[in-house]
């Protein structure tokens, strides 16, 4: 066990030395930490500096603080849940994706209006303060608890092409993926993923503990010409799920022999 020198400052020595546990297996992963009393008796210190120990490893991520049950070592395991991100067509043509219809809609989706941005006008072609429809979901996993927030962004001109998606622009993805079939589009996807330390309201949403990233996946729907329709936004706790893809070889255009 590190032994704890007076001169220094004494909650930075604390937090090095439950560092130095957790790393070696003393304190296992997702065990409940010693409680106050038992770290300011194995380091001869006040509960002030234990405090200010626990909050640093905290701000690193290596401990999760559970309101009314103590405090944990943050888990090193496997993620929660696997998210498969293929697309797949039924024989009678209807798009299916394998999480589809796994999740729970926590609260009533429901349409509003927005516009572009400079990032999500990029993503769709088009410049900002261009005129879109949203819907945002609040989705929870039923098997592990695990929640999501996704958001569909339709732009009015693509909506406006297709009736019954102006009539009702807050459907389920794979059902606006039908509907733009039935105009005419011959539909492609493409899919950025990043990871980044959610907002203030992310974090409460997602119900995430403190210091952990999210996963934020951007997917735009190609139709005609590669003509960007939609864009869905996903927003998931990085320690909560992982994702799956199914990765096919395109075929490369023949090359020309010269004569």
């Known amino acids: 066990m590190t032994e704890i020198q007076r001169p220094g400052a ?8 439950i560092r130095e546990a957790i790393l070696s297996g003393e304190f296992a992963p997702d065990s409940l930490l010693p409680s106050e009393a038992q770290l300011m008796a194995r380091y001869q210190v006040s509960r002030p500096t234990v405090r200010n120990a626990i909050a640093a490893l905290r701000a690193e991520g290596l401990i999760d603080v559970r309101h009314g049950k103590g405090s944990f070592v943050r888990s090193d395991g496997q993620p929660a849940l696997t998210i498969e991100r293929r697309i797949s067509r039924t024989a009678e043509g209807r798009f299916v994706m394998p999480n589809g219809d796994v999740w729970d809609e926590t609260e009533q989706p429901g349409t509003y209006r927005t516009r572009t941005t400079k990032d999500t006008g990029r993503l769709l072609g088009l410049g ?22 996704h958001r569909t962004l339709i732009p009015f001109e693509v909506a406006e092409s297709v009736p019954l998606l102006a009539e009702e622009p807050c459907r389920r993805p794979a059902a606006v993926y039908w509907l733009l079939a039935q105009d005419g589009h011959k539909l492609w996807w493409s899919e950025t993923v990043r ?22 996946l951007t997917r735009v729907a190609h139709g005609t010409d590669d ?4 864009l869905e936004e996903l927003r998931i706790g990085a320690d909560r799920a992982e994702l799956a893809y199914r990765i096919t070889a395109d075929k490369q255009p023949a090359r ?4």
């Not at 003509?227 to 939609?230: A, D, E, V, Y």
Request: proline fraction near 10%; include cysteine.
């Open 10 to 17: 004494l909650y930075q020595q604390v937090a090095a030395a």
């Open 128 to 149: 900002e303060e261009e005129a879109l429809f949203g819907c945002d979901r609040l989705l929870t996993d039923p098997a592990t608890g695990t929640r999501a927030m």
């Open 195 to 216: 990871a980044r330390m959610p907002m203030p309201d992310e974090r409460t949403t997602l119900q995430l503990p403190d210091a952990t990233p999210i996963l934020h």
């Open 227 to 230: 003509r960007p329709l939609i």
């Open 256 to 259: 020309r022999t010269r004569a």
